[in-house]
């Protein structure tokens, strides 16, 4: 089931599920509260969280290196001669978004970028990438060389903004986006990206489930796997 980021409609799909008597939940959570997720865990079926997680809880999740992931991308920018990059971010509250946030800030404080660092936007969602960016071209004199969209639906908006703005990806402003969508290499010009090994996290999942469902004392699992650059050139 799909709740687009909305918490209610969250809450009432997983009560819903609890009425099928399921045997376990995999699910990437939206918002910031756990206390649904803990008390099905506790008693009614396991439940392992993939890709979003909580931290320091007591349920199994299996995720990326997100803050790997954008230390990366971010060195890959500045290895590309910019100075002046600007993070789009998503859900504040998003423990995903924190981790790559924080990646973001080590990566220019590392290469002693520490005041061009600037943190934009509140959602994991192409209106917020469309709009921030928009803010962002709106004076050309404090223009970026470049953005670090933390996903792909925020790319989609800051695309859509730089289309609207007749900038070229790549020529007058470049952009790198945390997720990895097959469109994303049909692009002109394709987009660099973050790619999360989204298969093995979904393998990982499915294993660790059934070892919780066969031993409910089954140890916490806790996999942060590897994310690569997919390079757009």
Known sequence: AVTDENEA???ACLSSLMTRNVEGVIAAPC????NLFYSINRDIAPVVLIDRFFMDSNISYISSNNFNGAVDATRFLIGNGHRNIVCIQGD???VPNSRRVEGYKKAMTDAGLEEMISVVGDSFSEQNGYFETKLILGDPSKRPSAIFALSYTIALGVMKALREGNLEIGKDIS???F???MSLGYMQPPITRVAQPTSE???????????????????ITRIE?????????
């Open 9 to 11: 409609d969250q809450e």
């Open 31 to 34: 918002g910031c509260n756990p």
């Open 92 to 94: 504040i509250d998003s």
């Open 175 to 177: 952009l790198i986006s």
């Open 179 to 181: 997720d990895d969508n």
């Open 201 to 219: 996290m979904g393998r990982f999942a499915v294993k660790v489930l059934f070892e919780q469902i066969e031993s409910p004392q089954a140890a």
């Open 225 to 233: 796997l590897k994310t690569k650059i997919i390079n757009g050139d």
